[in-house]
């Protein structure tokens, strides 16, 4: 079977950014998204892309689709959930730090792996496919195996399998359950997209060379270590480099960076660069999305960095 296509897998929320004390631009985001948008902007368009979760059957879910196909991306075969609804967060800004309200416990996205066909066949005959440690996070244990099962068989069926294990301590009952169930992630992931200071937290790596090194003694083919304004780490074909990120005078917003970072790598790879080109063409696309509010920077302004 030939391949083609990309899928995201996860939550894209509500997101509220605020402009001022009184006035709040909504608009949709979550990590996998932001990915995906990155991905969207810096492919061919012939190239399928879906976001693969489930949505409720409220306006606002009406909403995000219909944003989605706006965009060029689908949504391939995940359910609509009578009575369920998106999830929302609110960002708050320190300067262009930013901190996060989440309102997602009942959120439609929480039965992305509720449907294992559905879910076999938004995967079936995919080039790439991308998930996180957030979208483990949000699935009970039981979905969290199906999820798994079903990427491993898209793996086994020929997908390249991409994975930011993004571990955010707040959506886990424990540190071990974290470890275990992103364990049996990067078990069937091809690349890996860590950032340091999460490994850190919840591995207790020394560096980002210890963390690269760890995933690789596991058997991750392909690593990428993102450490914020810090240099990227790239250990691939047994070969480590450091590759420098892009300085930004005066960012705005660096909702999204990492993810955007991700999306870039991703595309880059996808267009035959090679990980070390790859990762200076991510930190480009990084640097120009903390220069936007919000997660989502417009696709022409991603395309310029990208083309750097």
Known sequence: MARSGIASIGECMLELSGQDADLWRMGFAGDTFNTLWAMRALSEPTVPADYVSAFGDDPFSARQITF?????????????????????????????????????????ARQLADDPDRLAKSLQGRQLVYFSGITLAILKQAARNTLVEAIAAARNAGARIAFDPNYRPALWDTPQAA???????????????????????????????????????????????KDGAAPALVLAEGVGKSVDAVAVAQPIDTTGAGDSFNGGYLAARQAGDGPEVAARRAHNVAAAVVQTRGALAPFEMLRQAFAL
């Open 68 to 108: 989605f196909a706006e965009s060029g991306i689908g949504i391939a075969e995940s359910p609509r959930i009578a009575g369920a609804r998106p999830g929302l967060y609110a960002i708050t800004l320190d300067g262009a730090e930013r901190s996060f309200t989440y309102w997602r416990n009942d959120a439609a």
């Open 179 to 225: 470890r275990a169930a992103i364990g049996d992630a990067l078990a069937v992931t091809d690349i890996a997209l860590p950032t340091f200071p999460d490994e850190q937290a919840l591995y207790g790596d020394a560096s980002p060379d210890a963390t690269a090194h760890r995933l690789q003694e596991i058997g991750v083919a392909e690593i990428v270590v």
